[in-house]
């Protein structure tokens, strides 16, 4: 009964299988350029390896959650107006909350290395910090209950709030002085990186979408799943009492 | 009891089911009795966006003052706790095991540097540096210091370790011309 | 080398909690669908 159960691959397709071979083979291949064949650097050393992962998981959060504002604006736009908009929108938010928290441990990490200390009241990092927080908020108020719909409408607004808060972040290093560096990559026409350190940043960036891709399919059905759950519990209970008072 | 009344909603052919709250919990109510759990969660966000705030609000935002802003720019005065940022001089670091001093300069502004103990990250010369710490006559004491990290990645290759040196004026750690 | 228990850490965090995220998203999904008929799925 159980290994029946564990063979039903319940929320994959063949494309999410595939989508999940791929993404384990591009992990791999960035583990290894991340910690053996990339160069270290000539200011950080080693520890530049750790931009691997944290840059990526940054970038990717702010995409999961611009998709959870865009996905929010479907739910919210009459024409277009779907539950599925909304629980692509909760799922994007959970994974956008995990890459975030990968990126605040991994920087924290890095920081510790590179600049002497875990954590301080920088201005990107104290932005990141209130970014991260609004984002389990969001997920709080996704489950105070209520019906789907007014589940979907009340987080749908928050969202699009929310949002509002990743031009801050992002710019944050522009506006104030700050001990974070400024953006290597994104907007930076000159870019000052050598040729395999940016390949595999972007590899890193790559891989990343995968796993994204990967989790959003998943999460997003298995939220489905959980409201039809809601949706029939309360006809599966009825069907009990009749049963138990022997109406048909 | 036994609900036998239409007006509280049952359809007419259930009439004689019973539709009364029992305390058994019916096979889906987990998420129901987890309720509490998303409002705590909610308190806690909002304390802790309130902490974030306030750190931010009662910290400078400016992280830190250049070397040339102090004395010249708004939280930048001389008489209280500062940041400053500047480039550690080419061949000012002397470490006598206790203190080590130095010299950082911004925007051909130096100012000397006392730091007791071991300056930890990758501390070395010709890179940027905030030190915390407070001005005295002209020497900067400093009690802490954070490597700031220039946005440049060049590999660790020995054939360009020459190249290197492309920090900012006045420092002793320009590229030559 | 010192750092390299900090590097190591970073991407063991990184890739366990992708890891653990996944694995408790398949969990919720198979019980969550024993109650539910497979030709019910809207994407199977």
Known sequence: ??????????????????????????????????????????????????????????WLAYLAFIVTALSSAMYLWRRTRSLTWDRIAGASAEIGVLFMGISLVTGSLWGRLTWGTFWTWDARLTTTAFLFVTYIGYLAVR??????HQRAR?????????????????????????LHQEASVAGNTD?????????????????FTLMYVWMLLHRQRALTLEDM???????????????????? | MVVNDDSLGAPSGDAGLDLSPRDVAPSRSRRGQRKWVPIVVLGVVIASAGVIVTQFLTSAIDYYCNV??????????????????????????????????????????????????DPGGIFKECIPVVVHGTLQGETFSG??????????????????????LDSPEGTGCSAPA | MKDAGFIIASY??????????????????????RDIRPEDRPWS
């Open chain 1, 1 to 58: 009964m159980t290994t029946r159960v564990a063979r039903d691959r319940v929320t994959g397709t063949p494309f999410t299988r595939g989508l999940g071979i791929v993404t384990i083979a591009g992990i791999v291949w960035l583990v290894i350029f991340g910690l053996f064949v990339t160069p270290a650097d000539v200011n950080q050393g080693e520890t530049v390896r750790i931009m691997y992962a944290h840059v990526p998981g940054a």
């Open chain 1, 143 to 148: 489950n105070l209950g209520g019906t789907h």
């Open chain 1, 154 to 178: 009340r987080s749908a607004v928050l969202a699009l709030l929310a949002v509002l808060e990743i031009p801050l972040v992002h710019f944050s290093v522009e506006i104030w002085n700050s």
């Open chain 1, 191 to 207: 870019v000052t990186m050598d040729g395999l350190m940016l390949f595999t940043l972007f590899l890193g960036v790559i891989v």
């Open chain 1, 229 to 248: 759950l809601d949706d029939t519990g309360l006809d599966r209970a009825l069907a009990a009492r009749r049963t138990e008072a022997g109406v048909s």
């Open chain 2, 68 to 117: 040339d802003e102090i004395g010249a720019k708004d939280g930048c005065e001389t008489g209280r706790r500062l940041r400053v940022q500047g480039t550690v001089d080419r061949g000012s670091v002397v470490d006598d095991g206790t203190v080590t001093a130095f010299s950082i300069t911004f925007n051909d502004v130096s100012l000397n540097v006392r730091y007791e103990g």
């Open chain 2, 143 to 164: 009690d802490r210091i954070e490597v700031k990290h220039s946005n440049e990645y060049k590999a660790d290759n020995p054939d360009r370790v020459e190249n290197e």
């Open chain 3, 12 to 33: 063991v965090v990184t890739f366990a909690s992708i890891g653990l995220f996944s694995f408790a998203v398949l969990r919720r999904s198979r019980s969550a669908a």
